[in-house]
């Protein structure tokens, strides 16, 4: 996975959700129903019932469900693992110290930067490491498929195929961005 495209992604997930609750100057809010389980929603004026039936996912933002059980947590790292997702913890751990790297180049002298980045490794690394990620996505895998989703999911991805789509894909996304640009 091209690691830009997946810092990019992070980012996005992150500021898309926050961007999208800060109200335009001016707005009134309105504070919205609270939906009761198991009671139809209201009808909205100009909109017909049927639309509004349809539109019965959660929103992308619904926070996930804290813990999966233990069987169903092992198979989403499982998962993980097979599609390389449980590196984007790794990729972006070294995307941030390359990236402090390259910016302190300029602001240290060349023979303490050696030692100041020992020293960034060192305590990045045990504040933020990179199992944290996987860490945090396993809740998401969870809340998003079923038990028998993830064991669809890795019977697909252990299959030749699966491989060669795991093996092939960030190029085909890297090849895609480019020819988008």
Do not use: W
């Not at 023979?111 to 990045?124: A, G, I, R, S, V």
């Not at 669809?152 to 085909?172: A, D």
């Amino acid at each position: 996975m091209n690691v830009r495209a997946a810092v990019v992604t992070v980012i996005f997930c992150f500021a898309i959700p926050v961007a999208a609750q800060i109200p335009e100057p001016g707005a009134t809010q309105e504070k919205p129903a609270q939906h009761q389980p198991g009671v139809a929603a209201p009808h909205k004026p100009g909109r017909s019932a049927s639309d509004q039936s349809e539109k019965t996912e959660p929103p992308a933002t619904a926070t996930a469900k804290p813990d999966p059980d233990p069987a169903k947590e092992a198979a989403i790292r499982h998962l993980m693992d097979l599609t390389q997702t449980s590196k984007l913890g790794d990729n972006i751990q070294s995307y941030i110290t390359d990236q402090v790297r390259t910016g302190l180049a300029r602001a240290l002298k060349p023979d303490t930067l050696p030692k100041f980045m020992d020293e960034f490794n060192q305590k990045f690394v045990s504040a933020a490491p990179a199992s944290r990620v996987t860490d945090a996505i396993v809740p998401i895998y969870a809340n998003a498929f079923s038990t028998e989703d993830i064991k669809g999911l890795i019977q697909f991805y252990e299959s030749p195929l699966g491989q060669r789509v795991v093996k092939n894909l960030p190029t085909v996304d890297q090849q895609s961005q480019a020819a988008g640009v």
